[in-house]
T-cell receptor, first 113, second 111 residues
Framework: ETGVTQSPTHLIKTRGQQVTLRCSSQ?????VSWYQQALGQGPQFIFQ???????GRGNFPPRFSGLQFPNYSSELNVNALELDDSALYLC????????????FGEGSWLTVV | AQRVTQPEKLLSVFKGAPVELKCNYS??????LFWYVQYSRQRLQLLLR??SRESIKGFTADLNKGETSFHLKKPFAQEEDSAMYYC?????????????FGAGTQVVVTP
C-alpha cells in the first residue's frame, strides 16, 4: 500500500503570489486533511475534504482553499501569499470512520519572501 | 475553546531512565486524545490513542479527566526514542481529520 505523497517538497514564492500544493492520499483513503506547521509549532488544521467537498475548516482565511478530486487526491491553494504563510504544509489522509488512523505525508516546505 | 498544552519544549534523559511527557488539555466534553511522534527525517505518525488503551514501543498514556491530562510515559528510555512528540486532541463533534496539536516536546535520550 502506498503512503501519502506530497509535492513539491520545497518551494519559494514572493509575497502576493499564489501557490498550489498537491497531495495523493494513501490507497483506499477517501478523506484528506491539510495542516500548516510553522517553525517550532505543532500542526494547525486548515480544512478537510470528503467526497470532493470541504467538510470542516480551521481558523484560516478564505484565501486558503482546496480541492479534492474523484481519485481522492487533493490540492491546497493559497492566494495573496504573506510572509507569515511560510511554513511546512502537511497533508493527511484517512478512511472516514471512528478509529481509523490518520496518515501524514512528509510535507511541502513553503518559503515566502 | 479547546487547547492542548505541552509545557516542555525539550526533555533530555539518560538511556534506561524513565521518561514522562506532559500534556494538558482544555475541552468542554469528552475528547479523544492521541500522541503522535516524528523521528528524524520521518513523517508524523500515530504512537497511541487513549481509546485503544494500548502500549506501543513501551509507551503508555492514561487519560485523567479530573486533571485534564494525557501524559505519555515510558519506564526505560531507549536511544531510538529520541524524537519530537506531539499530543493531539479531537473533539467529539469535530470532523474526523481535524486534530488540535500541542507545540510538541523534543526528547533526547543520551547513552
Amino acid at each position: 500500500e502506498t503512503g501519502v505523497t506530497q509535492s513539491p517538497t520545497h518551494l519559494i514564492k514572493t509575497r502576493g503570489q499564489q501557490v498550489t500544493l498537491r497531495c495523493s492520499s494513501q490507497s483506499g483513503h477517501n478523506t484528506v486533511s491539510w495542516y500548516q506547521q510553522a517553525l517550532g509549532q505543532g500542526p494547525q488544521f486548515i480544512f478537510q475534504y470528503y467526497r470532493e467537498e470541504e467538510n470542516g475548516r480551521g481558523n484560516f482565511p478564505p484565501r486558503f482553499s482546496g480541492l479534492q478530486f474523484p481519485n481522492y487526491s487533493s490540492e491546497l491553494n493559497v492566494n495573496a501569499l504573506e510572509l507569515d504563510d511560510s511554513a511546512l504544509y502537511l497533508c493527511a489522509s484517512s478512511s472516514r470512520g471512528a478509529g481509523n488512523t490518520i496518515y501524514f505525508g512528509e510535507g511541502s516546505w513553503l518559503t515566502v519572501v | 475553546a479547546q487547547r492542548v498544552t505541552q509545557p516542555e519544549k525539550l526533555l533530555s534523559v539518560f538511556k534506561g531512565a524513565p521518561v514522562e511527557l506532559k500534556c494538558n488539555y482544555s475541552y468542554s466534553g469528552s475528547p479523544e486524545l492521541f500522541w503522535y511522534v516524528q523521528y528524524s527525517r520521518q513523517r508524523l505518525q500515530l504512537l497511541l490513542r487513549h481509546i485503544s488503551r494500548e502500549s506501543i514501543k513501551g509507551f503508555t498514556a492514561d487519560l485523567n479527566k479530573g486533571e485534564t491530562s494525557f501524559h505519555l510515559k515510558k519506564p526505560f528510555a531507549q536511544e531510538e526514542d529520541s524524537a519530537m512528540y506531539y499530543c493531539a486532541l479531537k473533539g467529539r463533534t469535530d470532523s474526523w481529520g481535524k486534530l488540535q496539536f500541542g507545540a510538541g516536546t523534543q526528547v533526547v535520550v543520551t547513552p
